[in-house]
């Protein structure tokens, strides 16, 4: 079963708990965009505080504790044998970040709204404004590695080893600029993969023959270990959909760049 879903197929589908995940990083507030319009039984779920810890030498948004995460979920009325379907704006930036965390605590059915609601409001479907909360707790059990994942020393392993995505914008991995993080570059023998090249326009996924021959081409083969990594864990969330989508498992390295950088012994390519 493909992990996305269309406004069409989410409209029919019977009971689903609904997330709406929309976050940029540094603004509009996601809540806000929540509240002025959202798909109908759609409940907010913050990235910061329901997908992440606080920031650290982990990095900037690493995993939740698994009691943490639990409890968010069920406060949001995520249930074990209940389908989870999760949205932001349109590309699935910050839906993959609920759907892989979600999957590696344990649910084994989440879908992405492939094109999110941009793609369920141009369908002609209703929107809902203010806010909702879910109709009873759910009863999530949050159980972990059920996604595999890296730390730095396995990241670098498998740079070398086998294929390792950078999942930014190029030029972040080139060097050339860095807005956030305090050093510019890249984990020495990873491959640019910027995750906007796997939406269209509209920002809806691009289909799993297109997205194979990809990241085919960037090495990631049959009997190949790849892996994948970003600024901070979320935008790599997005290559991993992107690879399941198109047959290929990945390891998350969730800490990504900000986690590598926080050891300064750890070495950086630039170019």
């Known amino acids: 079963m493909s992990p996305l879903i269309t406004p069409s197929e989410l409209a029919e589908l ?3 708990a609904i997330l709406d995940v929309r976050w940029k990083l540094g603004g509009p507030p996601g809540a806000e965009s929540y509240r002025e319009g959202h798909v ?21 948004h690493p995993l939740p504790a698994p009691g943490a995460f639990q409890d968010a979920m069920r406060r949001l009325g995520v249930s ?9 704006e349109a590309d699935s930036t910050a839906a993959a970040r609920a759907w892989w965390t979600l999957r590696y605590f344990g649910h084994s059915d989440v879908r992405v709204l492939d094109g ?5 409001i141009s369908a002609g479907l209703p929107v ?61 023998g990873a491959i640019s993969a910027p995750t906007s090249e796997n939406v269209d326009p509209a920002g809806r996924f691009h289909l799993p023959d297109f997205l194979r021959e990809r990241f085919n081409t960037l090495g990631a083969v049959p009997g190949v270990r790849v892996g994948v ?20 498992q990945s390891a998350l390295y969730v800490g990504s760049w900000s986690n590598w950088v926080a050891d300064p012994a750890r070495p950086v390519a630039t170019g």
Do not use: K
Request: proline share 8%; hydrophobic share 45%; with cysteine.
């Open 40 to 60: 109908p039984g759609a409940v907010f779920c913050d990235l910061n505080a329901d997908l992440a810890a606080p920031a650290g030498p982990l990095g900037r």
């Open 14 to 16: 019977a009971g689903p």
């Open 128 to 188: 809902a404004e203010g806010e909702e909360r879910a109709a009873a707790p759910g009863d999530f059990v949050a159980r972990p590695d059920g996604m595999p994942v890296l730390d730095a020393g396995q990241a670098q392993e498998l740079a070398a080893d086998g294929v390792l995505l950078d999942a930014r914008a190029a030029e972040r991995y080139r060097g050339e600029v860095e807005p956030i993080d305090p050093v510019a570059g890249h984990i020495p």
């Open 116 to 120: 999110g609601l941009r793609a369920w």
């Open 229 to 248: 990594y970003c600024g901070s864990g979320v935008t790599a969330a997005h290559e991993a959909l992107a690879l399941e989508v198109a047959g290929i």
């Open 80 to 88: 074990g044998s209940r389908t989870v379907v999760v949205y932001d």
